[in-house]
C-alpha cells in the first residue's frame, strides 16, 4: 500500500512497471527431490520449470466485485484509462520479454488469472493490489523463475559479479531483463 501511496501521490508516474522475477514452489519431499542432510538442514532441488508473463490487472472474482472498496478501485481504474494502455503497454513488455529470454509462458492453473488472448500468451490479468491501487497504468513483469535450473546460476553469478565490482558478463540476467524492458517501453511508446 505504501508503495502505491508513493506512486499516487508523490511519483505519479505515466506509467509504473513493476519488475519482478518470478519462483516457483519447490517440490516436496514425497516427491523425492528434497531431502534432508545428515546436518538437519533441508536440501532443495532446483525446478525444471522457468517462464516469462506480465500481469496487468483484471480478473476479479464474484467475492471481490461485492467489496465496495474493491468497486472503487475497479471503477476509477475503468475511468481513468488504465485499462487500454496497460494492456498496449503490457503486450509490448511481455512480447519483449519472451523474445529476449526464449522463454515459454506462463500457464496459471486456477481462477485468479486471465489470459487476455490467445495471440498474446504472455500477457495475464490479475487482481492484485498493486495492480488495483496504483491509479496510473500498471504493468507488473515476472519473467524467469528464480529457483529454476536455467535461471538460479545466472542469477547467482549476476548478483555475485555485482557484489565483487567484476564487470558483467555478455549473457548477464539481469542486463537481459533490463534490456528487455527498454526494448517493450520503446516498442510501446516509440523510440524518442
Not at 508523490?10 to 516436496?28: C, G, K, Y
Not at 529457483?147 to 557484489?163: C, E, K, P
Amino acid at each position: 500500500m505504501e508503495r502505491a501511496r508513493l506512486v499516487n501521490r508523490e511519483i505519479q508516474p505515466d506509467a509504473l512497471i513493476s519488475l519482478h522475477i518470478n519462483a516457483a514452489a519447490w517440490p516436496t519431499e514425497n516427491e523425492s527431490e528434497s531431502k534432508a542432510s545428515e546436518s538437519g538442514t533441508a536440501k532443495f532441488r532446483l525446478v525444471d520449470s522457468n517462464h516469462v508473463h506480465a500481469l496487468i490487472f483484471g480478473c476479479l472474482s464474484d467475492g471481490e466485485l461485492e467489496a465496495e472498496l474493491q468497486q472503487e478501485q475497479l471503477a476509477a481504474k475503468l475511468t481513468n484509462g488504465s485499462g487500454t494502455a496497460e494492456r498496449l503497454l503490457g503486450g509490448a513488455l511481455a512480447t519483449a520479454l519472451a523474445e529476449a529470454t526464449g522463454l515459454p509462458a506462463a500457464r496459471y492453473q486456477g481462477s485468479n488469472a486471465i489470459l487476455l488472448s490467445a495471440e498474446q500468451p504472455y500477457l495475464f490479468a490479475r487482481n492484485l493490489l498493486l495492480l488495483r491501487i496504483a491509479e496510473c497504468p500498471t504493468v507488473l513483469l515476472e519473467p524467469y523463475v528464480a529457483n529454476s535450473v536455467g535461471a538460479y546460476g545466472r542469477l547467482q553469478s549476476a548478483l555475485a559479479n555485482r557484489a565483487a565490482g567484476r564487470a558483467l558478463a555478455q549473457d548477464d540476467i539481469l542486463l537481459q531483463y533490463a534490456d528487455a524492458v527498454v526494448a517493450g517501453v520503446q516498442a510501446c511508446y516509440g523510440q524518442e
